[in-house]
């Protein structure tokens, strides 16, 4: 018996997470990705994720100059203004990453 209830409860679980809770987190994905956050609040994330990543790469100018990199870092900061969402800041981040150009942040 004690069986047959938690295969019922895992079946119901499965479900409410499958069919139920994507549809509430789309909607609120997108209310989250249209969000505007304050431009300092943008910047002083830029400025953190940049040193943060050259600081743990174990190579971080291997495929890309350092003068390069935070010439790219300060080109994405010129682009961040007072109506950029938290889904361009996430595009500027990503490119920001990829920037290091190896298999571990492209």
């Not at 079946?11 to 789309?26: E, G, H, K, R, Y």
């Not at 249209?34 to 994330?45: E, G, I, K, M, N």
């Not at 390069?68 to 007072?82: F, G, M, P, S």
Request: include cysteine; hydrophobic fraction near 35%; charged fraction near 20%.
């Amino acid at each position: 018996m004690n069986t047959i209830v938690n295969i019922v409860s895992v079946t119901v679980f499965l479900f409410v997470a499958t069919f139920i809770c994507p549809a509430q987190s789309d909607d609120t994905q997108n209310e989250k990705f249209s969000t505007v956050f304050p431009r300092q609040a943008y910047l002083h994330d830029i400025d953190e994720l940049a040193k943060n990543l050259t600081d743990t790469h174990p190579q971080p100018y291997e495929f890309i100059s350092k003068e390069r990199y935070w010439r790219n870092v300060e080109a994405k900061k010129e682009l961040i203004t007072d109506s950029t969402t938290y889904g361009e800041f996430i595009w500027h981040a990503s490119s920001i990453i990829a920037s290091i150009g190896c298999g571990h942040t492209s």
